[in-house]
Nanobody
Framework: VQLQASGGGLVQAGGSLRLSCAAS????????VGWFRQAPGKEREFVAA????????AYADSVKGRFTISRDNAKATVYLQMNDLKTDDTAVYYC????????????WGQGTQVTVSS
């Protein structure tokens, strides 16, 4: 399993970013996908998850209505559209996949830094 996240950067509060995560080394369409994040000095926290064919989603309360997770199985890519960003969204964002579960992800990619300035 290889997961390559990209799209992070520096953005002002209220702005938007779209993260991408390119997957390889496995049959992407058979896996649940998700995003976690870790802010400085804090534990990793769940952000969003998506089922195999995209019919079910789950979001952390802190991002509901602002973030949207999606996937393109043909491109083996998962996305995280982040709108109305807040300074509290500053973190390293990680994409994750799992074959069995949408709540217990066992394969993690490297992170991409998102910094939201006030």
């Amino acid at each position: 399993v290889q997961l390559q996240a990209s799209g992070g950067g520096l953005v002002q509060a209220g702005g938007s970013l779209r993260l991408s995560c390119a997957a390889s080394g496995f049959v992407f369409r058979n896996f649940f996908v998700g995003w976690f994040r870790q802010a400085p000095g804090k534990e990793r926290e769940f952000v969003a998850a998506l089922s195999r064919v995209g019919g079910r989603t789950a979001y952390a309360d802190s991002v509901k209505g602002r973030f949207t997770i999606s996937r393109d199985n043909a491109k083996a890519t998962v996305y995280l559209q982040m709108n109305d960003l807040k300074t509290d969204d500053t973190a390293v964002y990680y994409c994750v996949v799992d074959y069995y579960s949408m709540t217990n992800f066992r394969s993690w990619g490297q992170g991409t830094q998102v910094t939201v300035s006030s």
